[in-house]
């Protein structure tokens, strides 16, 4: 089992910035792709950001290019979304999630390929 847990959500202006964070415990040796996704109500649950862990590639949907960045602490067990210039459009749930499957070294942005979930915390941009 591994188990995830967010935190750093929260409410800002337009063009705010956020750092979410990701704290990975339990058996989590297999694990090779961190992945953020966000659901908006009404709307599905969408791939935002991934960090393949054996070799640090990462992938983003386009909608957050240049605004969004995923790292990872491995001394803290710990990954990263810093959100910046953040837009309305971005507000949603976000979580964290782990897998165990990557495509020609690159993590996918499906949730499907994704075992393991957290609670998720709550981003609100407001214009």
């Known amino acids: 089992q591994v188990q995830l847990v967010e935190s750093g959500g929260g409410s800002v202006q337009d063009g705010g910035s956020l750092r979410l964070s990701c704290a990975v415990s339990?058996?989590?040796?297999?694990?090779?792709?961190m992945g953020w996704f966000r659901q908006a109500p009404g709307k599905e649950r969408e791939g935002v950001a991934a960090?393949?862990?054996?070799?640090?590639?990462?992938d983003y949907a386009d909608s957050v290019k240049g605004r969004f960045t995923i790292s990872r602490d491995n001394a803290k067990n710990t990954v990263y979304l810093q959100m910046n210039s953040l837009r309305p459009e971005d507000t949603a749930m976000y979580y964290c999630?782990?897998?165990?499957?990557?495509?020609?070294?690159?993590?996918?942005?499906?949730?499907?390929?994704?075992?393991?979930w957290g609670q998720g915390t709550q981003v609100t941009a407001s214009s």
């Open positions: 999630a782990a897998g165990f499957v990557s495509y020609n070294l690159r993590c996918p942005l499906r949730d499907e390929d994704y075992e393991y």
């Open positions: 339990g058996y989590a040796y297999n694990v090779v792709c």
């Open positions: 960090f393949y862990s054996n070799g640090g590639t990462t």
